[in-house]
């Protein structure tokens, strides 16, 4: 017995190491500055900070608010990812099993006739393994599989802010669409009265018939654009109750479009810190990383420690008399002595799977920044022309008034008219479709942000790697 256990607590000693090479977070070479903000990159550690759980609220929307409480209950593509990050957190737990022994009991009773005589035979028998982690396979798989559920928690954040940012954008371009909806309905009314005040006019014999179909054909294009408005319209709702898991979408918004707010306080390097999308795939190279490991210790023997404690006797009252009693104690190895480059595959299998894991996660960090820079544009260009669409859309609206009556003046033909109420109606969606692509941007850029309207104060991460 003393024998074997000095042979077993080297064993025991030697499961400190671990083959394979440890991690470290692979470098992303970035642009110095964001070209659209002027700030200038500052390189820090990515700690782990949760989305805030309202950023939406910038945008003074109650509506919103009570839409996007219902979202994160109700929408299926949330309770999918969370599913799955339920999955990647038992695989943790199955993986850290195995630094447990394995215990199992086993119980037999037989009655047997050979040569004229009956033998009864009654055993009892207890048994454990223990696989002595030497090479640190069991450590390589528990770290593999919790950055894999480090990254399907980020993906589960991930899918809860794109979620809210595509309802919030959703939401939006409804009341977008209902903006033009009400926009077009009272330039239908308008030109309905233009249409009759040309009618009159045809009856006093100072308009032509000419002057009633351009009316006519005004009101008829204004009546298409209403069923087209309405049709998008209707397929927004439809997307909002998909959203929603199928709840109700609300119905028509007469409140005005929300005013947009500044854009969020930025800094590259809060990218690394914020986004779960950029911590998933990080996270998932640790997992690569940690899975070469596991590869290589497929190049060294297996060491379990095994024992085994019972009793076998021909009754069961003596089962555990000391004549009948039986235990084992010892250490076994197996190891691999030829597999035909079966190992050597699987190294480089592993890898390459590393390589691949850093190229995706380099390329999102990549994405990122460009999605950034993108949306710091358009929202600069589009406040801007915001201005600029609210200048034309002011003439627009004078010119109608001054051909309106120079028509009733009977100065100018009702085409000049027809013209000025085209345009200003075009100025009029214009200015709207602007409002509406400020707020997507907005949403986006808050969404780029991780959610965020202004950097978090730094905080440390404890896992390791990190």
Known sequence: MRSRLILVLPLLCLGACAVGPDYRRPEVALPARFSEAGDEWRATQPGRFEVPADWWRVFG???????????????????????????????????????????????????????????????????ASWEIDLWGRVRRSVEAAQARAEASADDLAAARLSTQALLAQTWFQLRAADAQHRLLQRTQAAYARFLALTGDR??????????????????????????????????????LTALLGGKAAPAEARAPLPAVPPAPTLLPSTLLEQRPDLAAAERLAAAANAQIGLAQTAYYPLVDLGATAGGRASALARLFDAPNRLWSLGPSLAMTLFDGGARSAGVEQ?????????????????????????????????????GEQEQTLAAARRAREIAEDQYRAGT??????????????????????????????????????????????????????R
Do not use: C, M
């Open 350 to 386: 592993a890898r390459a799977g590393y390589d691949q894991a850093v190229a995706v996660y380099r390329q999102t960090v990549l994405t990122a920044f460009q999605e950034v820079q993108d949306n710091l544009a358009a929202a600069r260009l589009l406040e801007r022309e915001t």
């Open 61 to 127: 929307d109650a509506e919103l608010d009570r839409l996007e409480a219902q979202v994160v209950v109700d929408n299926q593509t949330l309770k999918a990812a969370e599913a799955q990050y339920r999955a990647a957190r038992a695989a943790v737990n199955s993986a850290a099993a195995a630094r447990f022994p394995t215990v199992t009991g086993s119980a037999a009773a037989s009655r047997s006739h050979s040569t004229g005589a009956t033998t009864d035979s009654v055993s009892l028998l207890v048994s």
């Open 412 to 465: 100018i033909s009702a085409l000049n008219v027809i013209t000025a109420q085209a345009q200003e109606l075009a100025a009029e969606r214009g200015a709207v479709d602007i409002h509406s692509r400020r707020l997507a941007a907005s949403v986006q850029l808050l969404k780029n942000a991780g959610g965020r309207t202004a950097p978090p104060e730094p905080a440390g991460r404890t896992d390791p790697g």
């Open 202 to 239: 045809y009856a006093a014999g100072v308009a032509s018939r000419l002057d009633i179909a351009q009316a006519e054909t005004q009101l008829g294009t204004v009546r298409t654009q209403l069923s087209e408005i309405e049709l998008q319209r209707a397929q927004l709702e439809h997307a």
